[in-house]
């Protein structure tokens, strides 16, 4: 089992940043992941990481303004956003996948409550 918990939401003007943070408890997973859903549309994935190596993924309408990290030490992942946009607006949420290909979003298996991220104009 892993338990997950987010932070680091907020409301933020176009063009500022935010950092987003994953509390991982239990099982350490292969990969973690940050997904996001606005109303009315699916979720989808925007960042990925193997947490093992390292590597990363992104989604490409977040390309060189999102970076996914990791402390393993605070067995944490980041997600640091800049350069925001009103149509990054949505629910993000951290997610954990214990096997399988870590840049495939239908890997993802754990699930934390969600932060909101609201950009405005």
Known sequence: QVQLVESGGGSV????SLRLSCVASGSRSKCMGWFRQ????????VAFIYTSVGATDYTDSVKGR?????????NTVYLQMNNLKPVDTAMYYCAAGTGGYCFNPGTYNYWGQGT?????S
């Not at 606005?38 to 994935?45: M, S, V, W």
């Not at 909101?116 to 405005?120: A, D, E, H, L, N």
């Open 13 to 16: 003007q176009a063009g500022g």
């Open 38 to 45: 606005a109303p009315g549309k699916e979720r989808e994935g």
């Open 66 to 74: 999102f970076t996914i990290s990791q402390d393993n030490a605070k």
């Open 116 to 120: 909101q991220v609201t950009v405005s």
